[in-house]
């Protein structure tokens, strides 16, 4: 029987944070998005009272950015990485205790769209320092692309997992079979698309997410000129035809520019760490609503807003930028 991939929520040993470093893909914001990287990996580290956070930086040049921005506690590992987003090039890592073990995915840059040396090579040095056996699996899977509760129930979009630009010679049925063997994911919902601008191709981190088992969080429509109402309902009628599922309200940020430009902003990609759960906000009314809500979600943790309009202009928040180890 192959391992199983915990929920988020379960017991973490620690977690990987990318830490901005490339100027040319930030447009700009590279200051910002650097600050807001460091105000998350210092919220999970709760002040030693949460989880070992390692800030994974390119060099030494950026350790010491970072280090001027980060609490005393959190951990400055030196590794080479392309972008921050470390949710879909590290590794996952199924199974808990002495059964775990790191799986390392293919990654082709979300499709060959964003080729950056160093991202296809961070998975396996991560891996290797985990300390933990190393499956490296031979098709593309990016973790933004699934969420998982932990009892073999997997949501996804078949935007991101069911794009030729992945894996064009596999099958709705080969990934599912796939998905099996390597995280032990017996059930999978399969939402359409997901946001609108989400240069991923539909990253469900940014649309749907897990919140106990069998409990889906989805999007409540902003107002009128929320870009995403027809994805929003769409996900919604295939969750209730699934069955099984009990449906979650959680605010959408509504629309958000950066730079004029529509950003693929959602409360959706928060991180559960051990001790808090870090609530992306943008600035609009909705922020209040949406950290109420997750602290409402999870009693046992606080919830934190965290400043994200930094990181968005990159193309993803907080939990895009991390990937955790767990116990």
């Known amino acids: 029987m192959s391992l199983r991939m915990p929920a988020e929520w379960a017991p973490h040993e620690a977690v990987w944070i990318g830490f901005p470093h490339l100027d040319d893909e930030w447009s700009g914001h590279i200051d910002a998005a650097r600050r807001d990287v460091a105000a998350f990996a210092n919220a999970v580290h709760d002040g030693g009272r949460g989880e070992t956070v390692r800030l994974v930086v390119n060099d030494m040049a950026q350790r010491d950015l970072a280090a001027a921005l980060v609490d005393p506690g959190v951990e400055l590992l030196v590794q080479p990485l392309g972008d921050i987003w470390l949710r879909d090039t590290g590794p996952i890592v199924a199974g808990s205790g002495a059964a775990r073990r790191a799986q390392d995915f293919r990654f082709n840059w979300w499709g060959e769209k964003f080729v950056m040396p160093g ?19 031979d098709w593309v899977l990016e973790g933004g692309g699934i969420d998982v509760d932990g009892t073999g129930l997997c949501v996804t979009t078949e935007e ?5 630009n992945r894996n064009p010679a596999l099958s709705r049925a080969d990934i599912e079979a796939r998905l099996r063997e390597a ?9 359409g698309n997901g946001l609108i601008g989400d240069h991923t191709d539909g990253h469900v981190d940014n649309l749907a997410r897990f919140v106990g088992e069998g409990r889906l969080a989805l999007p409540v429509l902003a107002g009128d000129d929320d870009p995403n109402s027809a994805i929003y309902a769409e996900a ?24 004029g430009e529509l950003a693929a902003a959602s409360y959706m990609n928060f991180y559960i760490g051990n001790s808090v759960v870090v609530v992306p906000t943008y600035g609009v009314p909705n922020d209040i609503a949406a950290i109420d809500a997750l602290a409402a979600l999870f009693p046992d943790r606080r919830a934190v807003g965290v400043p994200a309009r930094g990181i968005i202009a990159g193309g993803g928040s907080f939990h895009c930028s991390s990937q955790q180890l767990p116990c």
């Open 183 to 191: 995280l032990g994911i017996d059930r999978t919902l399969w939402l």
């Open 119 to 137: 991202d296809r090579e961070v998975g396996a040095a991560l891996a290797a320092s985990s300390g933990l056996p190393v499956d490296v699996r």
């Open 236 to 259: 919604r009628v295939r969750a209730e035809a699934f069955g099984g599922i009990t449906i979650v309200d959680l605010p959408s940020p509504g629309r958000v520019e950066v730079d």
């Open 160 to 164: 991101c997992l069911l794009n030729p």
